[in-house]
């Protein structure tokens, strides 16, 4: 099958399937929901940011030309549909009619050229339009992009919800990196940001759902807005969320831990919904700049670390330990063998490295089952003479810095989610072009690089093992295995299913 005919296919069979499936969404208009979030965003420009909290809000907001649906797969959202070339170089993108931004302008063309253009000059996940040569307007609604060489995961790429493509007015996508208004096309509209308090969406009274489709479908579908507002509001304390839900201030919390999850359930007042995987534990090494430039110290940190306990301290009720970059059940997960804790191992590994027991930072944000991830690598690096010092700073200021500095830190952990998600060529990027560990490694490279342009299945299944089998043997990163979540939602909130993000369209309070 040619790969046009590969993503017409794949397109046409999402929405077939879904013409004929889904509940009748005939139910209650109006309500306000407060959603209780770990953290605030970093930015709420779509472009600029990859974090989760980022997300959470702005795909509320925005939307792309294809989106992923319930099963992660490419389908179209703000595009109709698209035409390949038999070179696999050219796609045409027809673009649904009617669209309007919430500045009650409607979507053409320049919109979407002008937004593609800003993300290629400077989008928070570059690698997933590198391969674009051209974004030309061919008529006032359809875009044709050509693109430098094949590049078997295009759709995939301009699907991604990890820092979305999202398609803005022109006069935004004018604006500097980092201060584009929150003027999106999607069914909430922003309404307000208080960096210390919360971010308030209302329902977009101008937004037309996709008329392809009967339900919500991942982040495409029919996105049919039942409230009239949503809030999230920004608490890290654990305990706060979970007094916040039970005493009816907040009807999502989400997440909370295993325990309270076990007093929940079974309580009429409350749905507590299980979300494993949600996201990969991981740990990275500052690759640029200090000790995590040496790869025996390296090593020899991740030979002392014993992913069991790590995993049963921070995530005691729902975790497993799997070292795969892309979540069990994706056609390239590889089932690698958990390393053992080796600490004599370490030892040796460790005099082999210029470390002379100097402090060496980590940073962590101040969410518990994070800190305590940082906490016990801490004691069991300490067991072979690493000197570590945890900083715990909030989301916000912690990804800055290991997002964009190559100073002041040296060990970072954090979930890594949407990746693995996505798939294997979206896992890899982020570490393309030294993007997670601060100096290019050119094995990766190369390795993203044959993966983009190669059509064949087996041969990629074949290229992502190579590229985990060098993230193991450089230890550019440790992924200790995956961890999930449990959301609690008030009874009240109907229709509510989780997803890598609360989706707050499809679902109405009773």
Same mark, same amino acid.
Do not use: C
């Given at each position: 099958?040619?790969?046009?005919?590969?993503?017409?296919?794949?397109?046409?069979?999402?929405?077939?399937?879904?013409?004929?499936?889904?509940?009748?969404?005939?139910?209650?208009?109006?309500?306000?929901?407060?959603?209780?979030?770990?953290?605030?965003?970093?930015?709420?420009?779509?472009?600029?940011?990859?974090?989760?909290?980022?997300?959470?809000?702005?795909?509320?907001?925005?939307?792309?030309?294809?989106?992923?649906?319930?099963?992660?797969?490419?389908?179209?959202?703000?595009?109709?549909?698209?035409?390949?070339?038999?070179?696999?170089?050219?796609?045409?993108?027809?673009?649904?009619?009617?669209?309007?931004?919430?500045?009650?302008?409607?979507?053409?063309?320049?919109?979407?050229?002008?937004?593609?253009?800003?993300?290629?000059?400077?989008?928070?996940?570059?690698?997933?339009?590198?391969?674009?040569?051209?974004?030309?307007?061919?008529?006032?609604?359809?875009?044709?992009?050509?693109?430098?060489?094949?590049?078997?995961?295009?759709?995939?790429?301009?699907?991604?919800?990890?820092?979305?493509?999202?398609?803005?007015?022109?006069?935004?996508?004018?604006?500097?990196?980092?201060?584009?208004?929150?003027?999106?096309?999607?069914?909430?509209?922003?309404?307000?940001?208080?960096?210390?308090?919360?971010?308030?969406?209302?329902?977009?009274?101008?937004?037309?759902?996709?008329?392809?489709?009967?339900?919500?479908?991942?982040?495409?579908?029919?996105?049919?807005?039942?409230?009239?507002? $949503? #809030? *999230?509001?920004?608490?890290?304390?654990?305990?706060?969320? %979970?007094? +916040?839900?039970?005493?009816? /201030?907040?009807?999502?919390?989400?997440?909370?831990?295993?325990?309270?999850?076990?007093?929940?359930?079974?309580?009429?007042?409350?749905?507590?919904?299980?979300?494993?995987?949600?996201?990969?534990?991981?740990?990275?090494?500052?690759?640029?700049?200090?000790?995590?430039?040496?790869?025996?110290?390296?090593?020899?940190?991740?030979?002392?670390?014993?992913?069991?306990?790590?995993?049963?301290?921070?995530?005691?009720?729902?975790?497993?330990?799997?070292?795969?970059?892309?979540?069990?059940?994706?056609?390239?997960?590889?089932?690698?063998?958990?390393?053992?804790?080796?600490?004599?191992?370490?030892?040796?590994?460790?005099?082999?490295?210029?470390?002379?027991?100097?402090? $060496? #930072? *980590?940073?962590?944000?101040?969410?518990?089952?994070?800190? %305590?991830? +940082?906490?016990?690598?801490? /004691?069991?690096?300490?067991?072979?003479?690493?000197?570590?010092?945890?900083?715990?700073?909030?989301?916000?200021?912690?990804?800055?810095?290991?997002?964009?500095?190559?100073?002041?830190?040296?060990?970072?952990?954090?979930?890594?989610?949407?990746?693995?998600?996505?798939?294997?060529?979206?896992?890899?990027?982020?570490?393309?072009?030294?993007?997670?560990?601060?100096?290019?490694?050119?094995?990766?490279?190369?390795?993203?690089?044959?993966?983009?342009?190669?059509?064949?299945?087996?041969?990629?299944?074949?290229?992502?093992?190579?590229?985990?089998?060098?993230?193991?043997?450089?230890?550019?990163?440790?992924?200790?295995?995956?961890?999930?979540?449990?959301?609690?939602?008030?009874?009240?909130?109907?229709?509510?299913?989780?997803?890598?993000?609360?989706?707050?369209?499809?679902?109405?309070?009773?």
């Amino acid at each position: 099958m040619t790969l046009r005919k590969t993503y017409l296919a794949l397109a046409m069979s999402a929405l077939l399937a879904l013409s004929g499936a889904g509940p009748a969404l005939a139910q209650k208009k109006g309500g306000d929901v407060v959603i209780a979030m770990t953290a605030a965003p970093p930015s709420l420009d779509p472009h600029a940011t990859s974090a989760q909290v980022a997300r959470n809000v702005n795909l509320h907001i925005f939307e792309t030309l294809f989106a992923r649906d319930e099963n992660a797969r490419p389908v179209p959202d703000l595009a109709t549909g698209v035409n390949i070339s038999a070179d696999g170089l050219t796609y045409v993108f027809p673009l649904r009619a009617g669209v309007k931004f919430h500045n009650g302008k409607d979507m053409t063309s320049a919109d979407v050229v002008a937004s593609l253009e800003r993300y290629r000059k400077a989008g928070a996940s570059p690698s997933l339009v590198a391969a674009i040569d051209s974004v030309t307007a061919t008529g006032p609604l359809q875009v044709t992009i050509k693109l430098k060489t094949v590049q078997s995961t295009f759709l995939g790429n301009l699907s991604s919800p990890r820092a979305p493509i999202a398609i803005m007015p022109a006069e935004e996508a004018a604006k500097e990196m980092g201060k584009a208004s929150s003027v999106g096309t999607g069914p909430y509209r922003f309404v307000e940001y208080k960096p210390d308090s919360h971010i308030k969406v209302a329902r977009f009274d101008g937004y037309k759902p996709n008329p392809a489709y009967k339900d919500r479908d991942g982040f495409a579908g029919a996105k049919v807005a039942y409230l009239d507002s $949503v #809030t *999230f509001r920004f608490m890290p304390e654990a305990g706060a969320r %979970d007094a +916040a839900l039970e005493t009816g /201030q907040v009807q999502l919390n989400e997440t909370t831990d295993g325990p309270t999850a076990k007093r929940l359930r079974g309580n009429a007042n409350f749905q507590v919904i299980p979300v494993l995987p949600f996201a990969a534990m991981i740990l990275k090494f500052n690759m640029a700049k200090g000790i995590g430039a040496d790869p025996n110290f390296r090593r020899a940190v991740a030979q002392s670390l014993d992913f069991e306990e790590i995993m049963a301290v921070a995530y005691p009720d729902i975790y497993r330990i799997d070292t795969s970059w892309v979540y069990g059940g994706s056609a390239y997960h590889t089932n690698r063998k958990t390393p053992k804790q080796d600490l004599a191992g370490a030892k040796a590994t460790l005099a082999k490295s210029g470390y002379k027991g100097e402090k $060496v #930072t *980590f940073i962590v944000h101040n969410d518990r089952p994070t800190v %305590d991830t +940082a906490t016990v690598i801490q /004691q069991q690096a300490a067991q072979i003479g690493v000197n570590i010092d945890v900083k715990v700073a909030d989301w916000p200021t912690t990804s800055k810095m290991g997002l964009g500095s190559d100073d002041g830190w040296n060990l970072w952990t954090h979930g890594f989610g949407i990746e693995p998600y996505e798939g294997p060529a979206s896992a890899m990027s982020h570490w393309v072009k030294g993007q997670g560990q601060r100096k290019a490694d050119p094995v990766i490279d190369a390795l993203f690089d044959k993966f983009n342009g190669e059509m064949n299945v087996e041969v990629q299944k074949k290229l992502f093992a190579d590229f985990e089998d060098r993230m193991a043997d450089q230890t550019i990163a440790v992924n200790m295995g995956n961890y999930g979540l449990f959301q609690v939602a008030t009874s009240k909130l109907k229709n509510f299913k989780a997803y890598r993000i609360p989706r707050m369209w499809g679902v109405w309070l009773d």
